[in-house]
């Protein structure tokens, strides 16, 4: 069983610092990645995808990606309580281009 | 351009009946895929359409089912329904072909079974 793991939180940070989330898969195949941010009683909305080692930024967010080590990462500088959601990692694995999701980790930022 | 339409929203059914839920993907988009999501096991994929065939399946058992229609509509029905079916399902849009796997999910459908 291909797995995608994320640490359930929640992570706490207060206002304008960075928040880290983190993501690690085990199918050494997986050629992308997707971050998703979903609000409590809301539908998971695509805020970043990342195919190439190193980083993607994007506005506040940064995507890391190292297939070396096989872990993603998502960096939202200067966060917001409106950041303040789950966030999802998903890699397609075991040759499909379906996404595996991980459960997700609960952001909480606090003024 | 539209999103991800689904429906119903909501839904409340009791055991033992059967239940059909819809989803309009994006215009242009072939696939179409479905999940449950619940507290205890997360996003959890059901199944994939793609031109009205069914071209992935997880693992659910054989009361899950759906259809693709030749607009990309597509439902998935639920029969016998289970109080474990609890949960809420998604639909995602994606055009399914090449490297182009991002995903677009409609706001769900809330289905609740007593």
């Known amino acids: 069983q291909k797995e995608v793991e994320q640490n359930s939180g929640p992570l706490s940070v207060p206002e304008g610092a960075i928040a880290s989330l983190n993501c690690t898969y085990s199918?050494?195949?997986?050629?992308?990645f997707f971050w998703y941010r979903q609000y409590s009683g809301k539908s998971p909305e695509l805020i970043m995808f990342?195919?190439?080692?190193g980083d993607k930024e994007d506005g506040r967010f940064t995507a890391q990606l190292n297939k070396a080590s096989q872990y993603v990462s998502l960096l939202i500088r200067d966060s917001q309580p409106s950041d303040s959601a789950t966030y999802l990692c998903?890699?397609?694995?075991?040759?499909?281009?379906?996404?595996?999701f991980g459960r997700g980790t609960s952001l909480i930022v606090h003024p | 351009k539209a999103g991800v339409t689904q429906t119903p929203r909501y839904l409340i059914k009791t055991r033992g009946q059967q239940v059909t839920l819809s989803c309009s993907p994006i215009?242009?988009?072939?696939?179409v895929s479905w999940y449950q999501q619940t507290p205890g096991q997360g996003l959890q994929f059901l199944f994939e359409?793609?031109?009205?065939?069914?071209?992935n399946k997880g693992n659910f058992p054989g009361r899950f089912s759906g259809r693709q229609f030749s607009n990309s509509r597509s439902e998935m029905n639920v029969s016998t329904l289970e109080l474990g079916d609890s949960a809420l399902y998604l639909c995602?849009?994606?055009?399914?072909?090449?490297?182009?796997?991002?995903?677009?999910f409609g706001q769900g459908t809330r289905l609740t079974v007593v």
């Open positions: 995602a849009s994606s055009s399914g072909v090449g490297d182009d796997t991002e995903a677009f």
């Open positions: 215009s242009g988009h072939r696939s």
């Open positions: 990342i195919y190439s080692n």
């Open positions: 199918d050494r195949g997986s050629q992308s």
């Open positions: 998903a890699a397609p694995s075991g040759g499909s281009y379906i996404p595996t």
């Open positions: 359409y793609f031109s009205e065939t069914q071209r």
